[in-house]
């Protein structure tokens, strides 16, 4: 079965692995579709990612001397669906021939506990495709939860890729008024068929002078560009005792974050928004695993239409290609995506 290895940086490769033997309380799931992240992964192609470098002490929660994880990096993935080709026979749910989405890595084929499943079957006239979205769309609603949004306030939201993008229009949903800010035209226009009030070219000059224009400043900004410049104007462009949710995966040293100006004066509060858990003020009503479900019951309802967001479907074995494509054109590719239909 076909599965996509890093190697090491900006090295990647398509080999076979033999299928995972079927144990009790478990699904065979053969995938259709793979999603890429292009943050986290991204990190693992070009070894930025923290866990190369320093090693995560759980119980501690920090980061010391070592390393948590090491080339090469096989089957890592962000967001799969899948059908259910065979079943152990303690297992009801999901059913043979179920779609289901989940996470089990840039591979063929997987064996799932039946478990993990539970909740994640598509529902009849489904589009399987738009399952790719569940684990970047509880990704942005997690930040959204995390910036306390109510009727009316002004929110601008930094970056729109395709996190971005879903942040602003669950944004919207929740009755935010919502600027949204990216260097390309292309994303801008996506954002205001996403229902963003406004939108703002950053080539064009300073995002928070252009808030403050017309009112005091944003009630809150949502940051996931992941570049410490937009954090910055982020902080910049809310208004006294305003929040900014930090949801971006930053990356080495914060150069250009100035922490002793507006964040100072303005006595701003930054939070931060990780899909390793909710906000702690909802964590004893809410989890990832109902960030996810609650993401896809809006797309199934219509209120969020996906289906334009993936711009590359790209069979895996052109795995290299892809990655190299995103690593240096990222402005081109909003959402890629890994077909398997021709590797099984």
């Not at 990096?73 to 669906?81: A, D, F, I, R």
């Amino acid at each position: 079965m076909r599965v996509i290895t890093f190697e090491e940086p900006g090295q990647v490769s398509v080999s076979l692995e033999p299928p995972a033997e079927l144990v009790p309380g478990s699904v065979r799931v053969r995938t259709m579709y793979s999603g890429v992240s292009a943050g986290t992964e991204l990190t693992a192609y070009r070894g930025t990612n923290p866990y190369l470098n320093r090693r995560w002490d759980v119980e501690r929660r920090l980061f010391l001397d070592g390393r948590t994880h090491a080339y090469p990096l096989t089957g890592w993935g962000y967001q799969e669906v899948g059908e259910v080709v065979e079943a152990a026979p303690d297992v009801a749910e999901p059913a043979v021939g179920s779609v289901v989405w989940g996470i089990w890595g840039h591979r063929a084929e997987a064996v799932v506990p039946a478990a993990r499943l539970a909740g994640h079957v598509l529902p009849p006239g489904a589009t399987p495709l738009h399952a790719v979205f569940a684990r970047v769309g509880a990704i942005a609603l997690n930040a959204v939860h995390a910036a306390d949004i109510h009727l009316g306030d002004q929110v601008a939201v930094f970056g729109q890729g395709v996190i971005g993008l879903l942040a602003t229009r669950l944004a919207v949903l929740s009755g935010a008024r919502v600027v949204a800010a990216d260097a390309i035209p292309a994303r801008l226009e996506l954002a205001r068929q996403f229902g963003a009030a406004e939108t703002f070219d950053v080539n064009a000059g300073s995002v928070a002078e252009f808030i403050r224009k017309r009112i005091e400043g944003a009630d809150t900004a949502i940051e996931l560009s992941g570049s410490h410049l937009g954090l910055q104007e982020a902080i910049r462009t809310v208004r006294r005792g305003g929040r900014v949710v930090a949801a971006g995966f930053y990356q080495g040293d914060g150069l250009g974050l100035r922490l002793g100006e507006e964040f100072h004066h303005n006595q701003v509060q930054l939070i931060s928004s990780q899909i390793g858990g909710v906000a702690s003020w909802l964590s004893h009503r809410w989890d990832v695993e109902r960030l996810q479900r609650t993401f896809m019951e809006v797309v199934h309802r219509g209120e969020l239409d996906v289906s334009g967001l993936v711009t590359h479907l790209v069979p895996v074995d052109e795995a290299p290609a892809a990655f190299d494509l995103i690593d240096k054109h990222q402005s081109e590719v909003l959402q890629l995506v890994f077909t398997f239909e021709e590797s099984q």
